[in-house]
């Protein structure tokens, strides 16, 4: 069964360090999305991503993040300079464009900030 | 508004017992309503969804019963087993152009004891 694959599953970085999550999404899907999850806490949209554009952010995703989508098959989150508060699990999400659009999740990535 | 709201926060049930865990939206426009569960560690995995135009849908043990007019949908799983015992995120989607941008709910962590 296809699905979404993230590396690496646990990523320690000091504050204020570069930080890039990386994601395989299912090969035939065309959205793309990265969640956060706080530990203990519910999982929070951050961007969407579709023909190579932003398509919708959330208040969280400020200028500190971004996305892209290097190559054919891997889709990234950076964190250009990472916060105590960043520390949460990650998940990358992809689904298809016409279907019932189910969002495929990956296992996630766990940031710590430290 | 956009605000999903889930209940109860956790539960436990015996095995054999029904598990019914409820949620609420006041955004009209949303119009896709899936179930998430999520075992510790792992990523949240589709579990079943319904759409507003039906009242209920059922998949196993599964099924999802769907209010529009209270503006509620809950899930109850039938026979409950110990392998259930997760957290279960409900969520809401608004069809938009370019973004399938899901809402939770803040999850209910469920229990299922022998």
């Known amino acids: 069964e296809p699905e979404v694959t993230q590396t690496p599953s646990h990523q320690v970085t000091q504050m204020g360090q570069e930080v890039i999550l990386r994601c395989v999404p299912i090969s035939n899907h065309l959205y793309f999305y990265w969640y956060r999850q706080i530990l203990g806490q519910k999982v929070e949209f951050l961007v969407s991503?579709?023909?190579?554009?932003?398509?919708?952010k959330s208040e969280i995703f400020d200028d500190q993040f971004s996305v892209e989508r290097p190559d054919g098959s891997n889709f990234t989150l950076k964190i250009r300079s990472t916060k105590l508060e960043d520390s949460a699990m990650y998940f990358c999400?992809?689904?298809?464009?016409?279907?019932?659009?189910?969002?495929?999740f990956g296992q996630g990535t766990r940031l710590t900030v430290v | 508004q956009q605000q999903v709201k889930q209940s109860p926060q956790s539960l436990i049930v015996q095995k054999g017992g029904i598990s019914i865990i409820n949620c609420a939206y006041e955004n009209t426009a949303f119009d896709y309503f899936p179930w998430y569960q999520q075992f510790p560690g792992k990523g949240p995995a589709l579990l079943i969804a319904i759409r507003p135009d039906v009242s209920e849908k059922k998949e196993g043990r599964f099924t999802i019963s769907f209010n529009k007019s209270a503006k509620q949908f809950s899930l109850h799983i039938m026979d409950s087993q110990p392998g259930d015992s997760a957290t279960y995120f409900c969520?809401?989607?608004?069809?938009?152009?370019?973004?399938?941008?899901?809402?939770f709910g803040k999850g209910t962590k469920l229990s299922v004891i022998p």
């Open positions: 969520a809401a989607r608004v069809e938009g152009a370019g973004s399938y941008q899901l809402t």
């Open positions: 999400a992809s689904s298809e464009i016409r279907t019932a659009a189910e969002a495929f």
């Open positions: 991503f579709y023909n190579n554009e932003i398509s919708e």
